[in-house]
C-alpha cells in the first residue's frame, strides 16, 4: 500500500447519476444553497453522483420547507413524504422552524430513538463533476474576471457545501446541526501534468466521510482535471484534496448530538480511518503553534529584530533615496519595503437571509467565499497586480454569523517571501449602536503569488511582530508556497 499522503479514495463501482428529483435530498446543502446563487447544481449542468443505499427515498422528496417559509420559521407543505429514516435530509430545517413567528411543527426529541446504524465510508460518497470545457454558460459563472482563470472563491464555497452534503449523507439532518468545525490546508489546483488548471480543463470533486467520532466527522473531497483535448480524452489528474471536520449538534445547539458509527471495510478505508485519528492529534498541534499560545523560538525573536533593526538602519542611510527595487543598500535592509499598518484593507458588508444554511445562519462556504476575494483585493493593492493564489492554511469557525450581521473583513499582509505574499483576514462582527461587542469569527490566511519579488513588510508593534512569526511559521509549514519561493530564488540565482 502506498504511503498515507499518497492514498486516494476508492471510488464505489456502482455510482449513479442524480436526477433533479434525487438532488434535492443527495446534496440539501448545495441545493439549497444554488437556488439563491446560479440556481441548483443539476440546473447549472454539474453532474451529482452518488452512491445508492436501501435506506434511500423513492421518487420525488422535498424538503419539506422552503426559504420563503423559513424566514418566518413556518413549514411549507412537502410534495411528499420520505420513509423515517436517520439519513434522510428532509428534516433539515427542524431546528430553523422550532422557534419564530408563524406556523410551525414541534421541535424534534434531540436524541433519536434506537441505536444509530452503522455507515460504511463508501456509503457516504458523493461526486460533483464541473464540465467547465463544454457548457459555456458553467464556464461563464466561475471565470475570473474575463481570463481563462477559475475564481478560486466560488470554489471553495461549492468545496464547503459539498463537504456538508457528505456529512449529512453520513449522519442524516434528522434532530441535529450539522457545523463546520475546522477546514484543513488546502493548496491550489495545478495540474503535474498539465500546469495550471484553467476553465478549458472539467473538474472534480469528490468525497466521503473518512473518520467519524462520537459526534464529529472528518470529510475528505479529493479534486481531479481533466483535459479534453488530451488523448485519451478521459483520463483524470489528481490535483489536490480538502478534508473538512463536521460537529453535529442538537437543534438548540447545546449539547453534542450523536452521528452513526463509520465502519472501515477495506483495507485502504481502514488506513484512511487511522489517518483521521492522526489527523485530530495534528490540529491540535497546528492549533498550539499559534503565537498566542507558542511564544516565539530565539530564532523568531532573532528574525524580527534583524529585519526591524535593518530597516531602521536603511532610513538613516543616505543610499536609501537612490536605491532600486529589490536592492538591498549597504546595511543589507531591503529598500523597498513597507510598514505593516499600511498593508491594511478593510471592507463590510451584511449577512443576508439569502445566504443562509439550513439552520438559519451564514453558510461556511460564503464566509470562506467573502474572506478569500477580500485576501485577494489585499494582496493586489500591495504587490500592484492581481495576483495567483496559492493555498490556504487551516480555518476554525469560532463562532456562528447570525442573519442580519454586519460583518468587517480586516485583511494584512503578514509575510512576504520573494514573490510570496501571506494574507491574514479577520472576520468580526459588529454591532451597530455597541461596537465594545464586536466578536472575532474566524481568521483566515491565504498565500498569493506575484510575477516578481515584493516588498518585504516590516512589523512596528508587538502584536505585528507577532502576527509576522505567525506568517513565517505558516511558511514553512506550507510546501506550496515554500516552493513558489525557492522556484524564484532559483531563477533569481540562475541569472547572477
Known sequence: MPPLDELRLEEPSDLRMATEAEAVWVV?????????????????????????????????????????????GGLAAPSASPPASTSSPTA???????????????APSP??????????????????????????????????FMTDRMRFGLLLEDLDTLAADIAARHSGLSNRVLLTAAIDRIQWLRDSVVGEVTMAHDLRAGGQVVWAGRSSMEVRIELYSCDRRSSPPDVWNFIGLAYFVFVSRTPDRTAAADVPPLTPRTEREKALFEAGKAHMQSRTHRRESHWARKPPTAAEVSLVHDLVRNQHLYRKSPHAQHSMHGQRGPSGAQQDSVPMRDTELQSSTLMHSQDRNAFNVIFGGHLLRLAYEHAAATAAMFAGEYCEPVSMDDVAFLQPVPIATLLRLTGQVVYTEGPVVRVHVRATKLKPGAPEQNVVTNVFSFAFASSGAVRRVVPETMVEAMEYVLGHRQHAADTASRAVAESHARAVLSRL
Not at 454539474?46 to 436501501?54: A, E, I
Not at 460518497?125 to 466561475?142: D, G, V
Open 92 to 106: 433539515a430545517t427542524a431546528a430553523a422552524s422550532s422557534s419564530g413567528p408563524g406556523p410551525h411543527t414541534p
Open 28 to 72: 440539501p446543502f448545495s441545493w439549497e444553497v444554488g437556488e439563491h446563487r446560479h440556481r441548483p447544481m443539476v440546473k447549472r449542468g454539474v453532474t451529482v453522483r452518488f452512491k445508492p443505499r436501501g435506506d434511500d427515498p423513492v421518487g420525488p422528496v422535498s424538503h419539506g420547507t422552503d426559504f420563503i417559509s423559513k424566514a418566518t
Open 111 to 144: 436524541n433519536e430513538p434506537g441505536p444509530l446504524p452503522e455507515r460504511s465510508p463508501a456509503d457516504s460518497h458523493i461526486e460533483l463533476i464541473f464540465p467547465f470545457s463544454s457548457n459555456a454558460t458553467l464556464r461563464h459563472q466561475y471565470q475570473r
